[in-house]
């Protein structure tokens, strides 16, 4: 018996869902950075064995709105919830905190009676009997509002530590079905938008707090070709853009070093995923208040 289906991934910036997300795919299918909202729409990745298809959904950190762009992400986030087979709530161990947007998402995944799990990240981190302490907090918690954790898991994506579990219960509470994608597929985002998403983890990773939320890649040229020496070579063209002057001096840096740190960093991804040598261009441009542009709010919509 073939089984197959969908499993989102929700928590809190940083808990670590996108490093849980690569860890089981196998392939670095969604950025990480230690900048909250690095995910900021959800991203699909697949893994297919002999016995199942499961399509894992990473989901941007569950937070309170301030603005346009982060109501479409967490819309994304409770669409993400909504028809799917399994639920994987997942708990930074070292920060275990039920705050205000934590409290409505659980709500929200309580009302939904899908099937709920507790994974409890990092307990690399943590003394073990403060682990019983938190499932004890989380699980009361859940109770209350009317829900209950089919399974609590504690990991450690950083140590391989107990991901073996955790797919085993998910593929023991997955329908029989058919497999969604091709075996040889591991996510649905495009090379174009894998480009994209690595040079904004470089680009938040290198700058101050301040700044990367307030950035966005766009490739403009993505083009592959043959050298003189009948190389292939891929000629990718991108605009990075900020929403203030003062910023693009700190993006660039002195004698352009930042940008040039940023550029030679994300080069070395891109090769190592498209496989071939690559000549890459950013320019950095302003566009003021880019995060109420409708089109580009559209463009996360559409993940949904």
């Known amino acids: ?14 808990a670590g869902k ?36 499961m399509i894992l959904i990473d989901t941007p950190g569950v937070h309170i709105p301030k603005d346009k762009m982060g109501e479409y992400m967490m819309k994304n ?28 998402i659980m709500e929200n995944i309580a009302s ?16 073990k009997q403060k682990i019983l302490k938190i499932i004890s907090i989380y699980n009361e918690y859940f109770n209350a509002i009317g829900g209950e954790f089919k399974e609590i898991i504690p990991v ?27 075996e040889d597929e591991i996510t649905d985002i495009t090379e174009k938008e894998l480009v994209e998403e690595i040079i904004r983890e470089k680009a938040l990773n290198n700058l101050d707090e301040e700044i990367p939320h307030g950035i966005k ?44 740190k940023i550029a030679s960093e994300a080069r070395v991804d891109i090769e190592n995923l498209l496989q071939d040598k ?3 261009k950013i320019w950095v441009k302003v566009r003021e208040n880019w995060q109420k542009d409708e089109n580009y709010l559209q463009n996360i919509k559409s993940k949904i």
């Open 1 to 14: 018996m073939f089984k197959s289906g969908y499993i989102t991934i929700v928590g809190k910036p940083n």
């Open 217 to 260: 890649v766009e490739v403009e040229k993505f083009k592959k070709r043959k050298t003189k020496n009948d190389e292939a070579i891929y000629d990718i063209d991108v605009n990075l853009i900020c929403e203030k002057m003062s910023h693009k001096g700190i993006i660039i840096g002195k004698d352009g070093k930042m940008l040039k």
């Open 18 to 53: 996108s490093s849980l997300v690569n860890k089981l795919v196998g392939f670095k299918v969604a950025i990480t950075t230690p900048k909250p909202q690095t995910t900021r729409f959800n991203i699909k990745g697949i893994i297919t064995n002999e016995k199942s298809q």
């Open 278 to 280: 690559v000549n890459l």
């Open 156 to 182: 450690s994506v950083a140590k391989n530590d107990g991901l073996d579990i955790l797919i085993e219960n998910i593929e023991k509470y997955l329908p029989e079905g058919k497999m969604v994608y091709h």
């Open 77 to 104: 986030v409770q669409s993400a919830i909504n028809s799917v087979d399994v639920v994987v709530y997942m708990v930074d161990a070292s920060r275990p905190t039920i705050d205000e947007a934590s409290e409505t």
């Open 112 to 127: 939904s009676k899908v099937v709920t799990f507790l994974c409890i990240n990092k307990i690399d981190k943590i003394e």
